[in-house]
């Protein structure tokens, strides 16, 4: 089994930069229209796998931690590999690929948990390989559906008009806004609408929560909102401004996984406008003794 930072030449606290600097001096000698070796093909395939998994940081954290078993059938906290389809990194977007099923219109279409290596070529380099065979592919159709912020989530089923026939298509639980999920031949773009109060970086998710004065200086509890139901949470005695509480596993799930992200509670302190003259009086004297 291959280390993947070895098959790169970088360390394992390599940057995004270092990553990708090395991606291409590896792609560009090991490409196997170029070199001539016998194992010059089973290499290139080797580098981009290393590429694809290093150069996401979701995919870099699960082979951190469980190394290139994660992306089998055996990885911990997922089904088998290709139950209910497989994720990779192509260009700006994650892709989906959807392997068909039960109830499903459309043929299994297996890339093995990795895209052609002559398409990341491409990608990366921005044109196409000078040394790929048979010319550059025809263009797949892409299609756009647009769900709620609940339904990227939670996962959701649509029926839509694709090439004028009508489909069910299964959207997959922890889709995100951009996401492409591949069929066998056609690709279809999730955009995921806004929601009012969450705001999502990945599979964690951030609300903004407004606590009143007197309940960050005495402390108490409050009811938060999550992506499942409400929680209630103490609020400590002395809380300041921006602290920030996280409430782990309370995020959007990976796809295809068992596991979560998390959720991050920022405490916003509620100033009234007005107060009353006793009130007033309360913060004078309070004002005094901490002076």
Known sequence: MADYYEVLGV?????????????????????????KSPVAHEKFKEINKAFEVLSNPQKREMYNQYGESAFKGNAPGGGPAGAGGQYYQQGPFKVYTNFGG???????????????????????????????????????EVFQITISFEEAVHGVQKETVVKGDKKT???PAGVDDGMIIRFSDFDLQVRVRPHK?????????????EISYPTAVLGGVVEVETIDS????????GTQPGTTVRLHGQGVPFPNSNRRGDQYVIYKIAVPERISHKTKKILEELKNTSD
Not at 13 to 35: C, F, G, M, V
Not at 201 to 208: A, C, F, M, V, W
């Open 102 to 140: 039960e109830g499903n219109p459309f043929e299994n279409f297996d890339f093995g948990g990795f895209s052609d290596p002559f398409d990341i070529f491409e990608q990366f380099f921005g044109f196409q390989s000078p040394f790929s065979r048979g010319g550059r592919r025809q263009p797949r």
């Open 197 to 209: 109060s969450f705001k999502r970086q990945g599979q964690d998710i951030y609300l903004e929560q």
């Open 230 to 237: 409400p929680v209630r949470l103490k609020v400590r005695p």
């Open 169 to 171: 298509i299964r959207i």
């Open 11 to 35: 360390g394992k606290n390599a940057s995004d930069h270092e990553i990708k600097t090395a991606y291409r001096k590896q792609a560009l000698k090991w490409h196997p229209d170029r070199n």
